[in-house]
């Protein structure tokens, strides 16, 4: 499997789902270093999957995290390698409808908040002490100064309801995909910036 690798693919019969950004940039990164290489296109996913499983074809390409996923599911995962290198940036995100505004600005907070949460040290396990912290931005991140959840339509204690239910974005990352789940993703490019990844967040002021 790969993860838009870098890897020396050339002459390889990848399979690829058609209409994606994957088959752009795979056809870009061979274009770029010219390799030559064979693609076995199909309409979705799941075709694509099971094409890979059947060994029609020799790698499939996709997310990194869509590859975890899938391999997780096969009967012997450990039988498949996805590849480290990343040949493109395919950020993903939540989605809400357009024109929402609101609902906008409280998911995009929120995310805020889970990873300023990591990176102050603030956690589901210690949130509750951390309310009497001498940080004064623990104290905006938890409302225990200021009232910044007004604007987003939200209680001054908004963030600390959410790090007390599901953590910060650390321990969410651990629990739902982490290197100890079965999906088993390192944090790589999502850790946060002080740990050299592109994860960062605005302050909460």
């Known amino acids: 499997m790969a993860s838009e690798s ?18 752009l940039n795979a ?5 770029a ?21 059947d060994g029609r074809c020799d790698v499939y390409t996709t997310d990194a995290s869509a590859l975890a996923a899938e391999r997780s599911k096969f009967a012997v995962p450990d039988d498949h390698v996805i590849l480290p290198e990343i040949i493109s940036k395919e950020p993903l995100g939540p ?3 357009q024109g929402d505004d609101l ?8 995310y805020y908040a889970l990873l300023e949460a990591e990176e102050l040290g603030v956690t589901s396990a210690n949130v509750d002490e951390m309310l009497g912290s001498d940080n004064p931005a623990v104290k905006r991140l938890l409302g225990v100064e200021g009232d910044f959840g007004a604007p987003i339509g939200l209680t001054k204690d908004w963030a600390y309801q959410i790090i007390k239910l599901v953590g910060n974005y650390g321990e969410a990352f651990e629990r739902n995909v982490g290197p100890s789940t079965d999906i088993g993703l390192e944090r790589g490019l999502n850790a946060l910036w002080t740990n050299g990844g592109l994860q960062y967040a605005p302050p909460i002021r």
Do not use: H, Q
């Open 103 to 110: 609902w906008f600005k409280i998911n995009r907070w929120a």
């Open 95 to 97: 989605v809400v409808r």
């Open 33 to 53: 270093n010219n390799l030559e290489f064979n693609t076995v296109v199909f309409v979705d996913r799941d075709e694509v999957v099971k094409a890979y499983e």
């Open 27 to 31: 056809a870009d990164y061979f274009a």
């Open 6 to 23: 870098a890897l020396d693919l050339s002459g390889a019969a990848i399979c690829i789902e058609s209409g994606t950004t994957t088959e």
